[in-house]
């Protein structure tokens, strides 16, 4: 198959190239169970942000909605500098129907760990124990606020 029959044939993400708050989706960056995970820049200051979505089937659902409100307010009452910072929230009515749920946190440049463990194994001792010190201290600030 040619080129260009397969760029042809490719599903186009609807948030593609779309304006969420003052952002421009430009790229989808993950995916999980629950929602994805998008690159959307400011188009006049050039700042780049991570937009995460619901998936549409957990949009419509009440309690994953409050969950998903309640993790965004979670990380800002914690306020540490190893987890991502969140700096809106809202819900938009969607291109498909029903609502699209959202937040907007910082996007950071990297690599997920299990990449760099893949990648990398076995990490020098001296890195991994800088590793696991951020990922205790994030988990005890969130223990700190009473999240579990």
Do not use: W
Request: aromatic fraction near 6%.
């Amino acid at each position: 198959m040619s080129e260009t029959a397969n760029t042809e044939n490719a599903v186009v993400d609807p948030l593609i190239n779309t304006t969420i708050g003052n952002y421009k989706v430009t790229q989808k960056i993950g995916e999980g169970g629950m929602g994805s995970v998008y690159l959307a820049v400011h188009p006049k200051i050039g700042k780049k942000v991570a937009l995460k979505v619901l998936h549409s089937e957990f949009a419509a659902n009440e309690d994953v909605v409050t969950r998903f409100f309640n993790e965004a307010k979670a990380v800002n009452d914690i306020q540490h500098p190893n987890i991502v910072d969140i700096t809106d929230y809202g819900v938009l009515p969607s291109q498909r129907g029903g609502d699209m749920v959202y937040f907007i946190m910082e996007h950071l440049n990297g690599f997920p760990l299990e990449d760099v463990i893949a990648e990398q194994a076995p990490l020098a001792p001296e890195r991994t124990l800088r590793i696991c010190s951020q990922v205790a201290d994030a988990l005890a600030a969130s223990h700190n606020s009473k999240i579990v």
